[in-house]
Nanobody, 125 residues
Framework: QVQLVESGGGLVQAGGSLRLSCAASGGTFSSYAMGWFRQAPGKEREFVAAISYSGGGTTEYADSVKGRFTISRDNAKNSVYLQMNSLKPEDTAVYYC?????????????????WGQGTQVTVSS
């Protein structure tokens, strides 16, 4: 069974940075794209970033985070990361790591089969 465990969330001031990590176990990590989503209170879960099975520069980002967030992965460590810079209060949300059913990145919720429990990110103004 695939398990995903996020870490690295916390409280940060606007303009600050955080790095989220997601450790995967079970399954074949290096065969599938990985993604990050987030959900703010009272809002639907939304796509943040995704990376292809090999990394290799094939990534996708939501317009709201382009130029500020960077997704990466280390297949040797079965891990995916989200470096978040220039954080804004509107980035406050629970951030979820997800494993796709496919090799290439997608911003579609339905492409992802396995989900972590989430990690809280709070950005104060």
């Amino acid at each position: 069974q695939v398990q995903l465990v996020e870490s690295g969330g916390g409280l940060v001031q606007a303009g600050g940075s955080l790095r989220l990590s997601c450790a995967a176990s079970g399954g074949t990590f290096s065969s599938y794209a990985m993604g990050w989503f987030r959900q703010a209170p009272g809002k639907e879960r939304e796509f943040v970033a995704a990376i292809s099975y090999s990394g290799g520069g094939t990534t996708e980002y939501a317009d709201s985070v382009k130029g500020r967030f960077t997704i990466s992965r280390d297949n040797a460590k079965n891990s995916v990361y989200l470096q978040m810079n220039s954080l804004k209060p509107e980035d406050t949300a629970v951030y979820y790591c997800a494993r796709s059913q496919y090799a290439l990145p997608s911003g579609s919720y339905s492409a992802y089969r396995y989900w972590g429990q989430g990690t809280q990110v709070t950005v104060s103004s």
